[in-house]
């Protein structure tokens, strides 16, 4: 209902929201398993507004093309690094590693973070980076 009523407003086409979803999350989260989907988590406990939040984040804001994928990601990055916030800095490693960004510009990105956030925050970002790496095979 909030996704229709959303659209009638803002005049956008939701089959091709729906379409830029379904293509962005493939892109972004195809390596994250099932149950460490935040969609997953939502769907679990209300269908509907899952469906409005996928549709909003991941086929509006992560589709938008005003910046590269890369960047979208590597800000991703650096933004949940600061906020010390290992389990969605996890789904956003893999996504940064799948648009094309090495393992060199995350940890970068990282190093670069502690000093605004800390390095106890850098340090447990870079423990994600290493176990996505690892479970990706890719360490």
């Known amino acids: 209902m909030l996704f229709t009523a959303f659209f009638?407003?803002?005049?956008?086409?939701?089959?091709?929201?729906?379409?830029?979803?379904?293509?962005?999350?493939?892109?972004?989260?195809?390596?994250?398993?099932?149950e460490e989907k935040p969609y997953n988590l939502w769907r679990h406990f209300d269908k509907e507004l899952a469906k409005d939040m996928s549709l909003y984040i991941t086929?509006?804001?992560?589709?938008?093309?005003?910046?590269?994928?890369?960047?979208?990601q590597l800000v991703t990055v650096a933004a949940l690094t600061v906020l010390s916030k290992p389990d969605e800095?996890?789904?956003?490693?893999?996504?940064?590693?799948?648009?094309?960004?090495?393992?060199?510009?995350?940890?970068e990105v990282i190093f670069q973070t502690s000093i605004y956030g800390g390095v106890p925050a850098a340090n447990t970002a870079l423990t994600v980076l290493k176990?996505?790496?690892?479970?990706?095979?890719e360490e």
């Open 8 to 34: 009638k407003e803002a005049e956008v086409d939701p089959k091709e929201i729906a379409k830029k979803t379904g293509k962005t999350a493939k892109l972004y989260f195809s390596t994250v398993k099932e």
């Open 89 to 107: 800095l996890k789904l956003h490693t893999h996504a940064a590693l799948n648009v094309g960004c090495t393992k060199e510009e995350i940890a």
């Open 131 to 137: 176990e996505v790496l690892e479970e990706r095979g």
């Open 59 to 72: 086929g509006q804001m992560y589709a938008r093309e005003k910046i590269p994928h890369q960047t979208r």
